[in-house]
């Protein structure tokens, strides 16, 4: 063979070498960390809230935790008189608040004999409620307030996620 032929051979080879090798890391910096970001998460909490002669009482009755980000909630229509009011902290600071129809309190409209709408009010004995929430790192904070109509605003309790 002749030298040229090496020496295309040789820069073909070199040139195959380069393409397929390429994306390698030339030297290493021990100074690389791997910082872990926050993740946000998503809570779901389901509340109970029963009917005491001492007042009105409320437990978590489950929490479910997933990875993400929630959507815009869209505001429900509640009873303007009678309503639960649920403040979330997050490092001390009030970041979000949800208003919740009274789980105790409830307007059911059915269809009577006549085929028309009847409005009556209902007091169960024990209801249940969630909501939907965005947590970052730190601990979080729920506390519940009760609004009651013709009767002041009333602390039921607080919750730590």
Partial sequence: MAPSMFRKQGFLLLAFLL???????????ENDVNIEKPVDEIV???FKMTKKTTGNT?????TTKSYGKL??????PIDAGNYLTLEVFQNDK???????AHPLLKNVEYLNENNQYISQK???D???????LQ???GATKIKIWETLQDKPKKELQTFTL
Avoid: D, W, Y
């Avoid at 024990?126 to 939907?132: H, V």
């Fill in 126 to 132: 024990e209801g249940e409620f969630f909501i939907r």
């Fill in 19 to 29: 393409c397929c090798c390429g994306a390698s890391k030339l030297h290493s910096n």
């Fill in 94 to 100: 009030v970041v979000q608040t949800f208003r919740e």
């Fill in 135 to 137: 947590k970052k790192s």
């Fill in 122 to 124: 209902v007091t169960p």
């Fill in 58 to 62: 409320i437990a978590i009755i489950s």
């Fill in 44 to 46: 779901f909490v389901v």
């Fill in 71 to 76: 959507k815009p909630q869209m505001e429900r």
